[in-house]
């Protein structure tokens, strides 16, 4: 939330400005819009911000307190962006509309009443600008009970409205499947990283009052309709109905009853993984390089929505999840039926978001004109599908039967060609309301009228000059040159009412009759319209639970086509899922980084196999062989197979994973700018204090973040924890390939390697996983690769050779300490070159290895170097004194 500057005490002021203020008192952290005339004023502080914001002129307008007020507007016609913008940037609007109409407007003596409207915040859209089309919008509450929170979200641009119970400590994983677009938490909930959506505080209730409220708010008289609610929940849901009913000034959108979801599992997936995998976003923030992108071939923007819950919360029901395999397999088994559907998908408007808007009595006439086109459009959809379907069709087929009737009065009353505004008129077609029709030729009628009165009077006052004008202040006025200004004077029933140097002009009694009659007929044709317009919109909303229905239909269908697609290039399938503990994929691939490959060359397929006998996957291989496209592969493999897609594999089988954690380690994630240790022991520990045998776990290059040994260590024991105590299905990637030597102690650890070849004392990449381990760790050669001096690498292979002779005999009961100089082996003397040096080098490598980097401070790590240099031997001490080459 941003903060908006200090506001001055109100005393003193005009009475304009006094309104100002009694609404600014009641939303001191939102900018208000207030309404003067064609724009939207803000004054002081929020003038001040919103210019910044919007970068506008900031001026002034009269003065308070001896001093000029600060003043920015934006035009009414225009808001739409500018609140886009303001919203986008995490401000709040209240809009104060002027309350009477245009005529009480018109009289200078009364000022004009103003009331809130609506105050506009990040989870309480509707305008199809301020939205994003492919994404749900979510306002979310939380309402805490000791261990657990009481959860609410709901979208009011689609209607949705859903709640749940969980752990304290899982809602980090709920908010980051939800994504909520603003959040109402209670002042002592803390929300990490979302603590930017936070809104103001709104009080909680007793649960009793809560359950009162919701069930008056559906018209029932218990929640127990609907489900079991904790009381958390009933809480939270209330607060969230609360929230939406004030900032639509008491008007209630129309939102679907609350749905428990207690019984509908998720696989978890916590915000370090959802991040790591980038299921719906990409490293960059945007969806082109993430799963969602890579797999969406929807036509709609409710489909596109419906694919990214899915993506976000995949389903660990087996059932649930081949309904929806079945959905697509069978649109893919019948491309005919498939193509028809997609025809009528294509261009299909969004009918849930304009019936939203309707529902909020904010609906244009193009809202009327989405659901009169999605309506066309779902009984094409329906015709594409013919029994005998699946579960999932059958049902979407069902809600897509509705009767024409809407429809065809909707497409009968729309005009063809529909103003931005109802205001602007002409909505309504010709033929379709008597009355209206009436009233409109009578305006349009007294326009003919006013073209012969103009041709009767220039010819009764022989001034052929003369017009009939429209103006502003004075009305219908006969305008004519100056020159026949006396000619006209001498009739009596001519008023002079301006005299200009070139021009007259002059009121009639049968003038002023005529202004008023035609400004009377338009002003009835415009409210004729109005009530026309609103009997269509309550004849829609009668109909919204069947038209929502149907919206989501639509969307369902959407997503199996779009699944259907992907599988029919034959480079995807359907996976089997199971409740076992299955975990089997043939011919794998990574479908973000093939895309990414595109063209480059050609992405290797890999399979996996992490059935109970090989439980533990542990991949060695050099920097850059592919280990973390491999194990990010197969995580996704399972979020697209639960999820009820299909996966980029030729076959898989997959057991349930309820559970989803990827641990990407400290030397991979230095992009996102967090290297400390810290973070990945903090992701580790959640790891094993979350991950059960159900789960499936990567583990990519922990223990980097510290000294080796340290490292080593680390990596060692959570390994063995995750193998023996937890049970997991785990992708172990490592740099340390001695790991591989644990065979014998953890029965079930299976090494595998990344395939290179040397050629040319180069290393060419294979991204082939193949059983066994990596001999050596390869890093010299990637120093090679990457154009390290020959010098330099000569020198490292020497070293590495005689370091892993000391570590060779690294097993489970050795002693760790890889450098410690009291193992000098034996051979050391034969190790030509490189023992001299290292023995002599020990005290500053063990002095390095003890080293905590993370908790040094810049200056602090200057002093260590110099202390470094200082152990060396002085042969080399004296050289280091030069500037080293470069
Ligand atoms: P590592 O984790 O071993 O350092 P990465 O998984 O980051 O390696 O992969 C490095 C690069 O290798 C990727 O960006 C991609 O370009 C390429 N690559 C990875 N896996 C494959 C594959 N199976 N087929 C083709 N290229 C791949
Ligand atoms: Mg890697």
């Not at 000391?806 to 450098?819: I, Q, S, Y």
Request: glycine share 8%; net charge neutral.
């Amino acid at each position: 939330m941003n903060s908006i500057g200090a506001i001055p005490r109100p005393d003193g002021a005009s009475p304009a400005m006094a309104q100002w203020f009694a609404i600014k008192a009641e939303h001191p952290d939102a900018l208000v819009f207030f309404r003067m005339g064609d724009f939207y004023e803000l004054f002081f502080a929020d003038a001040e911000a919103a210019a910044a914001a919007l970068d506008i002129a900031l001026t002034s307008r009269g003065e308070h307190a001896g001093a000029p007020i600060p003043m920015c507007g934006v035009p009414v016609h225009a808001a739409e962006l500018y609140l886009s913008r303001l919203i986008r940037r995490g401000w709040r609007v209240a809009v104060a509309e002027q309350l009477d109409d245009a005529k009480a407007a018109r009289n200078p003596k009364t000022p004009i009443r103003r009331g809130l409207v609506r105050l506009i915040t990040p989870g309480t859209i509707t305008e199809e600008a301020l939205l994003d089309a492919a994404r749900p919008n979510l306002l979310l509450a939380l309402a805490s009970a000791g261990e657990t929170v009481g959860v609410a979200w709901l979208d009011i641009s689609t209607g949705l409205f859903e709640t749940a119970t969980t752990p304290a400590d899982a809602l980090p994983t709920l908010l980051g499947r939800l994504d909520p677009a603003e959040i109402l938490a209670p002042a002592i909930l803390p929300l990490g990283d979302w603590e930017t959506k936070r809104a103001p505080e709104i009080a909680a209730m007793p649960p009793l009052v809560a359950r009162r409220r919701l069930a008056e708010a559906f018209g029932v008289a218990g929640l127990e309709a609907f489900g079991e609610f904790a009381d958390a929940e009933a809480v939270a849901a209330a607060i969230a109905l609360d929230y939406v009913r004030a900032t639509q000034a008491g008007a209630l959108p129309r939102l679907a009853r609350p749905a428990p979801q207690g019984r509908t599992g998720r696989m978890s997936i916590d915000a370090a993984t959802r991040a790591g995998l980038e299921i719906a976003r990409a490293r960059d923030g945007g969806t082109r390089h993430s799963l969602l992108g890579a797999v969406q071939r929807t036509l709609t923007a409710a489909g596109a929505r419906v694919l990214a819950e899915w993506l976000a919360g995949p389903l660990t029901d087996p059932a649930a999840i081949a309904d929806r395999h079945d959905a697509w397999s069978w649109l893919l088994a019948n491309p005919q039926s498939a193509d028809t559907l997609r025809t009528g998908l294509r261009g299909a408007p969004d009918m849930a978001r304009a019936l939203g808007r309707l529902a909020l009595g904010r609906g244009a006439p193009r809202d009327l004109a989405a659901i009169r086109d999605g309506l066309a459009a779902a009984e094409r959809a329906a015709a594409a599908l013919s029994p005998p379907l699946p579960a999932r069709l059958a049902q979407a087929r069902a809600a897509l039967a509705l009767d024409p009737g809407l429809r065809e009065t909707l497409a009968a009353a729309l005009a063809a060609e529909l103003p931005a505004r109802l205001d602007d008129g002409g909505a309504i077609a010709l033929g379709f309301d008597a009355e209206l029709d009436a009233e409109r030729r009578l305006r349009d009628d007294s326009r003919r009228v006013i073209a012969t009165l103009q041709l009767d009077y220039a010819q009764r006052y022989g001034v052929a000059s003369l017009r009939i004008r429209h103006h502003a202040q004075l009305g219908y006025v006969i305008e004519a040159p100056a020159a026949a200004v006396e000619k006209l004077r001498a009739n009596p029933e001519l008023v002079l009412r301006q005299g200009m140097a070139s021009a007259a002009r002059f009121a009639t009694a049968e003038l002023s009759d005529l202004d008023r009659r035609i400004v009377e007929a338009a002003d009835r044709a415009q409210a004729r319209e109005r009530a026309v317009f609103a009997g269509l919109v309550s004849r829609t909303l009668a109909e919204a639970g069947a038209v929502a229905a149907a919206a989501e239909a639509m969307a369902l269908l959407d997503v199996a086509q779009s699944a259907a697609k992907l599988a029919e290039g034959g480079t995807w399938c359907r996976p089997v899922v199971t409740d076992g503990p299955d975990f089997q994929i043939a011919a794998g691939r990574h479908p973000v980084v093939e895309a990414a490959l595109a063209g480059s060359h050609t992405f290797v397929p890999n399979d996996c196999d992490l059935s109970p006998d090989r439980r533990v996957l542990l991949l060695t291989g050099p920097n850059m062989a592919g280990k973390s496209t491999y194990l990010r592969q197969n995580a996704l493999m399972a979020v697209l197979a639960q999820a009820g897609l299909p996966v980029p594999a030729t076959a898989a089988r997959i057991g349930i994973v309820d559970k989803l954690f990827s641990r990407v380690g400290a030397a991979d994630d230095l992009a996102r700018g967090r290297s400390t240790f810290m973070v990945e022991m903090t992701e580790t520990a959640a790891i094993l204090h979350q991950a059960g045998p159900r789960s499936l776990v990567l583990v990519d290059e922990i223990g980097r973040g510290t000294a080796t040994l340290d490292g080593l260590a680390i990596a060692w024991a959570v390994l063995e924890a995750l193998h023996t105590q937890i049970q997991a299905r785990t992708m172990f990637a490592t740099h340390f390939h001695e790991l591989a030597r644990l065979t014998t102690e953890l029965p079930r650890l299976c090494p595998h390697t990344m395939r290179v070849k040397e050629w040319k004392r180069e290393v060419v990449f294979l991204h082939e996983v193949a059983p066994g381990a990596a001999g050596r760790s390869w890093g010299v050669h990637v120093a090679r690769l990457a154009g390290v001096p020959a010098l330099v690498v000569k020198r490292a292979a020497a070293l590495l050779a005689l370091l892993e002779q000391r570590g060779a005999h690294l097993t489970k009961d050795a002693e760790l300490p890889l450098f410690s100089h009291a193992v000098v082996p034996e051979n050391a003397a034969d190790c030509d070159e490189a023992a001299t040096p290292v023995a002599e080098h020990a005290p500053v490598i063990d002095a390095l290895t003890g080293l905590k980097l993370d908790e040094m401070t810049p200056k602090a790590a200057l002093e260590t170097l110099y202390w470094l240099q200082s152990l060396l031997p002085d042969r080399i001490q004296a050289g280091a004194s030069h500037p080293p080459p470069c």
